[in-house]
T-cell receptor, first 115, second 111 residues
Framework: DGGITQSPKYLFRKEGQNVTLSCEQN?????MYWYRQDPGQGLRLIYY???????QKGDIAEGYSVSREKKESFPLTVTSAQKNPTAFYLCASSMRQGRMNTEAFFGQGTRLTVV | QKEVEQDPGPLSVPEGAIVSLNCTYSNSAFQYFMWYRQYSRKGPELLMYTYSSGNKEDGRFTAQVDKSSKYISLFIRDSQPSDSATYLCAIASGGYQKVTFGTGTKLQVIP
């Protein structure tokens, strides 16, 4: 079955630790995205990538880093510089048609909690 | 002013009711309109998308876009308890990079 897989589903981080959230897709999509969801704030874009080895900052990139070494993988690292990392993190991907990307499909999310 | 405004609800309706969910937006450059459904602790699921003004129907769901008023709606006919979820509007300009999501409206359909 084609889809987007995020792991782990739940993640706990101690203060000062870096943690990496995994996102893998087998949809052969070009573009991949990371969003953060907080209650009452909707989805906010952290980073996005249109092609392998290239990515751009979204609206709230501070304290996060990404890599795109393979088309199907777009891991997100939450660094110790992110002061309020507790949130629901969503990965998405979309296909490119011409100069436009099509609608995005989402993974099931990773809930990160700082302990 | 936020680029996309969406009433957070919650909205409670009896089973079988017609539900109307709405968003307004401020940027006339937006040209690509989507509705997502999100169940609790799950990722959003794409319900409908459209490029143009007017109506688009898919089963019990109808998406409506009025570009002149910068207003989009999602109608759900014969609502079911399984429709209970948060509904997110999403609006994009060309190229998709800049997709702006509404905050979501929480819907509860009561049996």
């Amino acid at each position: 079955d084609g889809g987007i897989t995020q792991s782990p589903k739940y993640l706990f981080r101690k203060e000062g630790q870096n943690v990496t959230l995994s996102c893998e897709q087998n949809l052969n999509h070009d573009a991949m995205y990371w969003y953060r969801q907080d209650p009452g704030q909707g989805l906010r874009l952290i980073y996005y990538s249109q092609i392998v080895n290239d990515f751009q900052k979204g609206d709230i990139a501070e304290g996060y880093s990404v890599s795109r070494e393979k088309k199907e993988s777009f891991p997100l690292t939450v660094t110790s510089a992110q002061k309020n990392p507790t949130a629901f993190y969503l990965c998405a991907s979309s296909m490119r048609q011409g100069r436009m990307n099509t609608e995005a499909f989402f993974g099931q999310g990773t809930r990160l909690t700082v302990v | 002013q936020k680029e996309v405004e969406q009433d957070p609800g919650p909205l409670s309706v009896p089973e079988g009711a017609i539900v109307s969910l709405n968003c307004t937006y401020s940027n006339s450059a937006f040209q690509y309109f989507m509705w997502y459904r999100q169940y609790s602790r799950k990722g959003p699921e794409l319900l409908m998308y459209t490029y143009s003004s007017g109506n688009k129907e898919d089963g019990r769901f109808t998406a409506q876009v009025d570009k002149s008023s910068k207003y989009i709606s999602l109608f759900i006919r014969d609502s079911q308890p399984s429709d209970s979820a948060t509904y997110l509007c999403a609006i994009a300009s060309g190229g998709y990079q800049k997709v702006t999501f509404g905050t979501g409206t929480k819907l509860q359909v009561i049996p």
